[in-house]
């Protein structure tokens, strides 16, 4: 009903407003006053979680996505190799796994049945088994060893939003807390990225305060046949979520690609006209990502792109080979896809809008799959 909705037109774009509270609600009792990690509820053995020598985040659609993002900031901060499968992938293929592998199931719904497969096949190799789900008492988390929850609340709209920013705040949390636990690399930068995290709520806040150019521009593009969308680094998985929910609301052909790969294929789909989306990494961080997808951009304008660019504040560089520019609060490298998957979520909803289309019950999908 419109009272549930919340005065929005749909439940994605009510959910989409709920992101600053998916977000601080699944940071919420996680840290005490001195800003340490206190994840007791894991209920997982340390001497367990200290000799994990791989990691294998499983999960399915956006899910999986928000496992790529954990990938590169555990692997960072935690210097523990991270591999990150499609759930149906994984137990297919006679994965290597064993009592030293921690297998976390990424899943609002704890009840995808490829997932949950995946989580058996997990347990039975001796791996532990540790669930990021949404759904209290769903059977993921009932099936694995340990469970942190995402808070975001009940997600009603198929296409998932907020629940995928919990994943991913979930996933920072994990990290950050095997960081601390196996002694970590970089205490400066952990305790650094530990307030960035508190921050997001706010910031987050701030993206969807200023979004009202990109619904003007959504509703300009109703009519496009193709989006593409680069990143790299975290803004790689950032680009598949921006292409998977255009593709799921607004049934357009999108494709997300890393940006270094450009050159190895994708760029020969440029054409004039052709609308991409380009996801760029901080100028404060990385060594030359900056630079490096500035020169893409550059690239693709001269043949021709309409240059749709998600950039820090302050990031001067993309404004002469832009478009659009969409602008994000300043955070931490690891911490940006909170920020900058947000326009993209409400490009996507909006553009489905103006076509007239049932955004929260696309065609074809379902909310939870509970068949493999
Ligand atoms: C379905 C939904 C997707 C979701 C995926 C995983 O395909 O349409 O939006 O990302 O399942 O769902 P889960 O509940 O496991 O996160």
């Given at each position: 009903?419109?009272a ?71 692997e ?21 796994v ?50 942190l ?36 690399k ?17 910031k987050?806040?701030q ?12 509703r ?98 993309v ?21 900058t ?5 409400i ?12 955004v ?13």
């Open positions: 009903t419109a549930e909705k919340g005065g929005f037109r749909s439940f994605m774009e009510k959910e989409i407003h709920d992101q600053p509270k998916a977000v601080a609600d699944t940071l919420l009792g996680r840290m005490d006053v001195s800003g340490r990690l206190v994840l007791d509820e894991l209920r997982i053995d340390e001497s367990v979680l200290r000799a994990v020598d791989k990691i294998v985040v499983v999960a399915c659609g956006t899910a999986a996505y928000a496992g790529h993002v954990a990938k590169y900031a555990i960072h901060w935690c210097r523990i190799p991270v591999e990150v499968e499609l759930a149906h992938e994984f137990r297919y293929r006679d994965p290597v064993n009592e030293r592998t921690l297998v976390v199931a990424v899943s609002q719904s704890g009840e995808t049945m490829d997932t949950l497969m995946a989580v058996r096949h997990a347990s039975e190799q001796g791996a532990t088994t540790l669930a990021i789900v949404n759904t209290h008492g769903s059977t993921i988390p009932r099936e694995s060893d340990a469970v929850y995402t808070h975001a609340g009940p997600e009603i709209a198929v296409a998932s939003t907020k629940a995928f920013l919990s994943q991913i705040t979930a996933a920072y949390l994990l990290g950050l807390y095997l960081a601390q636990l196996r002694g970590n970089f205490p400066d930068e952990i305790a650094a990225t530990l307030a960035d995290l508190r921050e997001m709520p706010g987050i806040q993206v969807l305060d200023r979004a009202e150019r990109v619904r003007e521009v959504a300009w593009m109703a009519d496009s046949p193709a989006v593409l969308f680069l990143g790299r680094h975290v803004g790689f998985p950032v680009a598949l979520e921006g292409a998977l929910k255009l593709k799921e609301l607004a049934y357009i052909h999108a494709e997300g690609f890393a940006a270094g790969e450009l050159k190895h294929g994708p760029i020969a789909l440029i054409e004039p006209g052709q609308p991409v989306f380009v996801i760029v990494p901080s100028p404060r961080g990385r060594d030359s990502l900056h630079s490096k997808v500035v020169s893409n951009i550059q690239e693709i304008r001269a043949r021709g792109a309409r240059t749709l660019v998600v950039a820090e504040d302050g990031d001067e560089a404004v002469p080979y832009a478009d659009e520019v969409f602008r994000v609060p300043q955070t931490s490298t690891l911490l940006a896809p909170l920020l998957v947000v326009p993209l979520q490009f996507a909803s909006e553009l489905a809008n103006a076509k007239g289309l049932d929260d019950q696309p065609r074809n999908l379902a909310k939870s799959v509970t068949v493999e």
